[in-house]
C-alpha cells in the first residue's frame, strides 16, 4: 500500500467516523454481535490503539531500531471497554478524530523512502509500510464489523 492509498484510507475513515455522530444512544451502545463489544468499546479500542501508535511507535520509526513489544492486548482492550463505558459518544468520536490527525501529519510526511524503513518490534522486522497496512486492515475489520451491527453497508 503507497502513502497515497494510506492517505486516502485515512480520510475515507474520518467520513466514517463522522457518520457515527448520527447513531442513537441505543445504537452507540449495541454490541456488534451477541456476548461481544458495543459499537462504543469497539471505537474506544481503535482510539486507544491509535494513541499508543502515536505515543509509542511513530516517533522512534527509525532504520533498524529495536522496539519493545507491545502492551499486553487483553489489558489494553479491557481499558477500552471501560473507557467506552464512562465516556460520552461525542468525546469518543472528538478524540479519535483529533489522534487521527496524528496519521494525517505523519503521511503528509511520509513518502516510498520513508514508508521502507525497517525496525523491529521485539523479535519480529517490518517496515513503516508494513506497520501502517497492518493498522489499516485493523480498521476495516472492525469498520465492516460495526456497518454489519448497524445493518449499514460498507462504504468505499
Known amino acids: 500500500m503507497n502513502a497515497e492509498q494510506m492517505k486516502q484510507h485515512y480520510r475515507d475513515f474520518d467520513q466514517w467516523t463522522g457518520s457515527l455522530r448520527e447513531l442513537q444512544d441505543g ?4 454490541p456488534i454481535s451477541e456476548g461481544k463489544w458495543s459499537v ?4 474506544a479500542h481503535l482510539l486507544l490503539w ?24 487483553q489489558s489494553v482492550n479491557d481499558r477500552a471497554r471501560e473507557y467506552a463505558e464512562m465516556t460520552s459518544k461525542e468525546q469518543i468520536l472528538d478524540e479519535l478524530c483529533e489522534t487521527r490527525r496524528g496519521y494525517h501529519e505523519l503521511l503528509e510526511q511520509t513518502n516510498s523512502e ?7 518490534i521485539s523479535t519480529h522486522t517490518l517496515t513503516v509500510e508494513e506497520y ?4 489499516i486492515q485493523h480498521d476495516l475489520h472492525h469498520q465492516k ?6 445493518g449499514r ?3 468505499k
Not at 491509535?50 to 492486548?73: H, M, T, V
Not at 520513508?114 to 523491529?120: E, G, I, P, Q, T
Open 50 to 73: 491509535d494513541k499508543y501508535s502515536l505515543a509509542e511507535r511513530f516517533p522512534f520509526f527509525k532504520e533498524g531500531a529495536e522496539l519493545p513489544p507491545y502492551p499486553d492486548f
Open 145 to 150: 464489523q460495526v456497518d454489519e451491527a448497524l
Open 27 to 30: 445504537e452507540w451502545h449495541k
Open 114 to 120: 520513508k514508508l521502507a524503513v525497517s525496525f523491529k
Open 40 to 43: 462504543a468499546a469497539v471505537v
Open 153 to 155: 453497508t460498507l462504504v
Open 132 to 135: 501502517l497496512t497492518d493498522f
